[in-house]
């Protein structure tokens, strides 16, 4: 029971995991309910989980840092341990990064940022201009494709430790 992450990072490691899920499936689904109110609400849906994601990431550093990570039984060779810290920088920098670009689209878009439940909008930080508008969707649009790899090396690697490799990376986290 001892070497697992602390409560804090394994409770947020999968509220965050399934955040992700929601956001990817709101936004791929956004055209499912039809073209009005169904596809607004997935859209908004899409935005308010990718800022929750942009919010709880910051905590989850904040309790990182201070409490660090379990040693893995039995420890990795270098040539893997060194590529696993790269692969978990690059999703917390997805955490960080693709919220902001995604607001930053909406806003040149003219899409607004509706307070759930109500007609109140965020106050846009950017005016609309919609040559950057299709610059950042592309860009927001195609590192979230990239990561559909990233994420699904990460699945396959926590995999990989549990059944073949059988050690306790997934069990640290569970
Ligand atoms: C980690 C969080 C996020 C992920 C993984 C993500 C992922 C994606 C993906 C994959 C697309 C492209 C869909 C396609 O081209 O078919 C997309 C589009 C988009 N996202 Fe995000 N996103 C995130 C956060 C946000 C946030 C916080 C906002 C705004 C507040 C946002 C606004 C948008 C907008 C405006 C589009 C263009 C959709 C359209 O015009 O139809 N995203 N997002
Ligand atoms: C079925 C899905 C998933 C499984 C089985 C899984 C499993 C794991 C495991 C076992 C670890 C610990 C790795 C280690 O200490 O070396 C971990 C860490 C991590 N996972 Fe996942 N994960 C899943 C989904 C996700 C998703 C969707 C994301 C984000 C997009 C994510 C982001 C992270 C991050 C950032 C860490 C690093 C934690 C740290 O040391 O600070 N995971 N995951």
New binding site residues.
């Given amino acids: 029971m001892a070497n697992r992450y602390a409560p804090v ?1 394994r409770y947020l ?1 999968w509220i ?2 399934g955040l ?2 929601v956001a990817y499936l709101a936004i791929e689904q956004r055209g499912a309910f039809g073209r009005g109110t169904g596809r607004f609400v997935m859209m908004q849906t899409h935005f308010w989980i990718g800022i929750s994601i942009f919010l709880l990431v910051w905590w989850r550093l904040a309790a ?1 840092i201070r409490k660090g ?1 379990p040693p ?1 039984t039995p420890a990795l060779p270098a040539w893997q341990a060194i590529p ?1 810290k790269l692969l ?1 920088l690059s ?2 920098a ?1 955490f960080i990064v693709m919220p902001i670009l995604g607001m930053m689209t909406a806003w040149t878009d003219g899409k607004a940022l509706y307070v759930p439940f109500t007609d109140i909008a965020l106050p846009a930080l950017m005016a609309e201009n919609r040559d950057l508008a299709h610059q950042l969707e592309d860009l927001h649009g195609s590192i979230g494709e990239a990561f559909y790899w990233v ?1 699904g090396l ?2 396959v690697a ?2 990989y ?1 549990h059944f073949f490799r059988r050690d306790d ?2 069990r ?2 569970k």
């Fill in positions: 990072l490691h965050m995991a992700i899920l990182r990570a893995i696993a978990h999703l917390y997805f994420i990460h699945i926590a995999l430790h990376t997934l640290r986290m």
